[in-house]
């Protein structure tokens, strides 16, 4: 009798794990579970292995805050130069960008974090707001900020390019190489430890290549010294959120590199 009582008792506690297993993934914005189906003899092997920690857990609050938070006297140079780079943009009227946009959307963050998001070019919401990835796109971006264990204002994000493209479509070549060297002059204030481009334009301007993005995402390249890991830009969920999984597990080894 006893021991059905225990049966029934780990029972329930395996459930109750299971639950919050689901709920893990599920606030992750997963809509299936990316598992392969196991056989039985398979999961009497598996099953041993109870002690599962998500990664990102690894990053302790502690060690966020000496990271990201630390307001020092490099932050204050960074914070200068920015501002002196912005000011030098000025008016921009380098490229045909120029014409259509309402705001520059110059970018925004901790200039002392140890990660750049770097995306394409301003949407609709971006350009009337002078922000970067504050539309639909913009919330799932944040979304994987904070399920990496991080604040949006952690983080510095930028574009590609300042202005708002026509109908949002990706910008052309002459008007890449006109504003490129404002984000090269970001990255070298910034130094972060690791950039994450978001989309092909960001990770073929960078890298100069034109691999597709479903190759290059997953492994860390190298821009200026910097590690560089590609990820799908987030505008591309809205149409595929089953996907999402693929740049968690980019995240992840994000979130393992910065904790080295
Ligand atoms: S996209 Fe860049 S180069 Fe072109 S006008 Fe805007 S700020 Fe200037």
């Known amino acids: 009798m006893g021991r059905a009582v225990t049966t029934v008792n780990s029972g329930k506690m395996m459930l109750e794990e299971i639950k919050k297993a689901l709920e893990f993934y599920q606030e992750l914005g997963f809509e299936y579970l990316p598992f392969k189906a196991v056989t039985s003899n398979e999961l009497r092997v598996t099953s041993k292995a109870t002690n599962y920690e998500p990664k990102s857990s690894l990053i302790t609050e502690p060690t966020l805050s000496r990271r990201f938070g630390t307001k020092g006297h490099s ?94 479509r990706p910008p052309q070549d002459d008007e890449i190489n006109a504003c490129k060297p404002f984000v090269e002059e970001q990255i070298k204030i910034i130094n972060p430890k690791i950039i994450m481009t978001l989309g092909k334009t960001a990770v073929h301007t960078l890298l100069n290549i034109k691999t597709p993005i479903s190759k290059l995402r997953g492994s860390f390249h190298e821009y200026m010294n910097i590690p560089v890991m590609p990820t799908f830009h987030p505008a591309y969920f809205l149409r595929n959120p089953k996907d999402k999984w693929l740049t968690w597990s980019d995240a992840q080894k994000v979130i393992e590199a910065l904790n080295k």
Do not use: W
């Not at 501002?83 to 009227?93: A, M, P, W, Y």
């Not at 946009?101 to 301003?122: A, D, L, S």
């Open 75 to 168: 932050s204050h140079v960074k914070e200068s130069s920015l501002k002196s780079l912005r000011e030098t943009i000025g008016d921009c009227k380098r490229c045909k960008l120029s014409d259509g946009r309402t705001n520059i959307v110059f970018g925004e963050g901790n200039p002392n974090t140890e990660i750049m998001f770097i995306g394409e070019g301003p949407g609709m919401e971006e350009d009337q707001q002078a922000r970067p990835f504050v539309g639909e796109a913009g919330k799932i971006l944040t979304s994987l900020i904070n399920k990496m264990g991080l604040k949006r204002e952690d983080v510095y994000i930028a574009n590609i390019v300042k202005c708002r493209p026509p109908m949002n």
